[in-house]
């Protein structure tokens, strides 16, 4: 079992620099656990402390129920994948590959079947005598991989693999890690900055902050119960609307939600899902809706009381979806189901949509 436990890992540079503070995390056996988080937040610390390239300053970590805390990198049986690959350009994609295998004396024949295999995996058979310098940025990523399967080590650790390659190839290369990780079932720690490649690729996903675990869970549940701001703030893409407002009782067992001059009614429903939010009634709040939870309400049925009136003031076509940028009074609301709007508006989508005046939406409090 190659569980991965963080107890209370903290570190604190020389310099005095704060990078992790007291980080739990458990990662199950075959989990594919992906730690995301702003610029600095101390994601790439915590992937280093596990491989053991960066000592703990407190706290424990344990890999398959053994106490790592002292025990150098090579003997921790994880591979890392880096961002820059970490390829050696004097020597062919079999040799990089080959390389750790090498490294541990074993015999020949071992090491060719293990790079073959590696290399049918990840398709890389017709490259296998190419120096990486000849290889597209794919390949190359490909190869560190390579280099990761063959060890076939009890964890994999990835910092920001995807990074260097550009959008279509790292959907692409994505999936394909997804694949390879069902398919070795490879304890993996992911390291990325992408709210999206943490949405897609995690079991789990581990949201820092400054050096501190925010949330961690499944992707669906971050999404849809968001602990704090600013996780409800980093993950979705677009970002979630958030704007101030304050709830109160409409009379009739429904509520409303009062946001400057608009009013918007929520049923009942909505308050029976979650109890929670009987303790927000007549207190400002930041209220949280997600841009696809609202509807272009000349395309819909508009219930009374369910609408939010504004102007658009942008619009960004993205091909499938039109993003919609509307003030509620001050604060910015963004909506992706609009497509009719942006088909009315033509090419010069801004100034066209300026010129039907009000636009209106209906905002869906549906319960999950
Ligand atoms: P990024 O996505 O930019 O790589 P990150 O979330 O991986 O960021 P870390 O690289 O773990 O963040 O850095 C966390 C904090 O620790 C940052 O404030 C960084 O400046 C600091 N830091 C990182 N390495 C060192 C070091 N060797 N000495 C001092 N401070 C460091």
């Known amino acids: ?12 540079y020389a310099d005095g620099t704060h990078a992790v503070r007291g980080l739990d995390l458990s ?3 075959g989990e594919f656990l992906v730690l995301v988080g702003p610029s600095g937040c101390g994601k790439t610390t915590a992937l280093r402390m596990v491989a053991g ?4 300053t407190s706290g424990e970590i344990r890999i398959g129920g ?3 805390n002292d025990v150098p990198p090579r003997d921790r049986d994880v591979a890392m994948v880096f961002q820059s690959y970490a390829l050696y350009p004097h020597l062919s994609v079999r040799e990089n590959i080959a390389f750790g295998l090498r490294l541990r004396k074993l015999p020949k024949d071992e090491i060719n079947r293990k790079v073959q295999e590696a290399a049918k995996i990840l398709g890389l058979e ?3 005598d190419r120096k990486p310098r000849n290889l597209s940025g794919g390949q190359r990523q490909r190869v560190a991989m390579g280099r990761a399967i063959v060890r076939k080590p ?6 920001e693999p995807l990074s260097n390659l550009d959008a279509k190839l790292r959907v692409q290369m994505r999936a394909e890690i997804a694949r390879i990780q069902r398919r070795l079932g490879v304890t993996t720690i992911y390291v990325t900055h992408d709210q999206t490649e943490a949405m897609t690729l995690g079991d789990r996903v581990a949201v820092m902050k400054k050096g501190e675990l925010q949330q961690v869970d499944a992707p669906q549940v971050l999404y849809d119960y968001p602990v704090n701001l600013f996780v409800a703030g980093f993950i979705g893409s677009p970002a979630m609307n958030l704007f101030e407002g304050r ?3 409409a009379g009739d067992g429904t509520y409303q939600l009062l946001a400057g001059s608009q009013r918007l009614l929520i049923e009942p429903k909505v308050f029976e899902a979650r109890p929670a939010l009987y303790a927000y009634l007549d207190r400002p709040v930041i209220v949280g809706l997600r841009p696809e939870d609202m509807e272009d309400a000349s395309l819909v049925q508009a219930r009374e009381g369910c609408t939010l ?6 619009v960004e076509a993205m091909g499938s979806d039109v993003l919609v940028h509307f003030g509620i009074d001050a604060p910015k609301v963004v909506t992706d189901d609009t497509k009719e709007l942006a088909r009315d508006a033509g090419t010069d989508v801004l100034g066209a949509l300026d010129e039907r005046g009000h636009s209106v939406l209906v905002a869906r409090f549906s319960p999950r």
């Open 1 to 12: 079992m190659a569980e991965v436990v963080l107890r209370d890992v903290s570190k604190i």
């Open 154 to 159: 009890q964890v994999f650790l990835m910092d």
């Open 126 to 128: 017709e490259y296998l």
């Open 66 to 68: 053994r106490v790592v």
């Open 27 to 29: 990662i199950a056996d």
């Open 247 to 249: 709830i109160t009782t």
């Open 53 to 56: 390239l960066e000592e703990i």
């Open 309 to 314: 009136t504004s102007t658009a003031d942008l």
